[in-house]
């Protein structure tokens, strides 16, 4: 018993190797979040080690209201693609769908997440979404929370200077939530695309 107490176990010599404790060995990933939207798509990536967490980029892919809507969606696909280039992510994770009540906005918003998705598919990442509320709940600790808290949330878990923009902020939270899903077991795993 007094061996069990000073944490020598006889019985932990003899488990397989399967079931003995190891230190955690998390690989680095470089994990790519995109809130899209054909004005301003948010993007973010992060680095996920046994480190911690860092931010690598952020920022919004800022579209003008004067601009077509094709030539804003060659905008998105053409940023992520140099964003894909320059920190080359291991995974992407994106909004998952919401329901609009105005068709109209859901098929434009609809194609700005084809524009985001056809890019990273392109640069062979795997693609997994996220409900918004899962986001705000994992961030915030509230489903129903403003962006202004995620965004300050997101501040402070990644030791960022300055407030990140709305929509970077909820790119930078997608890949938060996506990470901190991928470190612990969960129930209610991203959902790949």
């Not at 995109?34 to 892919?61: E, M, N, Q, Y």
């Amino acid at each position: 018993m007094q061996e069990r107490l000073d944490g020598k176990s006889k019985r932990s010599s003899n488990l397989p190797a399967l079931f003995v404790a190891r230190p955690p060995t998390m690989a680095a990933q470089l994990i790519l979040g995109v809130d899209p939207s054909l004005r301003g798509t948010g993007f973010g990536v992060i680095r996920a080690d046994k480190t911690g967490l860092s931010v690598l980029t952020h920022g919004t892919i800022a579209c003008p209201k004067d601009w077509d809507r094709s030539r804003c969606l060659a905008n998105i696909s053409q940023t992520l693609r140099d964003v894909l280039r320059q920190h080359q992510p291991t995974v992407c994770v994106v909004e998952g769908l919401f329901f609009a009540q105005n068709l109209k906005t859901a098929i434009i918003m609809g194609e700005a997440r084809g524009a985001a998705m056809a890019a990273i598919a392109e640069g062979g990442l795997e693609i997994f979404e996220i409900a918004t509320r899962k986001v705000k709940q994992a961030i915030v600790g509230y489903g129903a929370a403003q962006k202004i808290a995620v965004a300050k949330m997101v501040q402070r878990l990644l030791n960022l200077k300055e407030l990140p923009a709305p929509d970077a902020a909820d790119a930078l939270a997608l890949a938060l939530t996506y990470a901190q899903e991928k470190g612990r077991f969960s129930l209610s795993a991203p959902k790949r695309i």
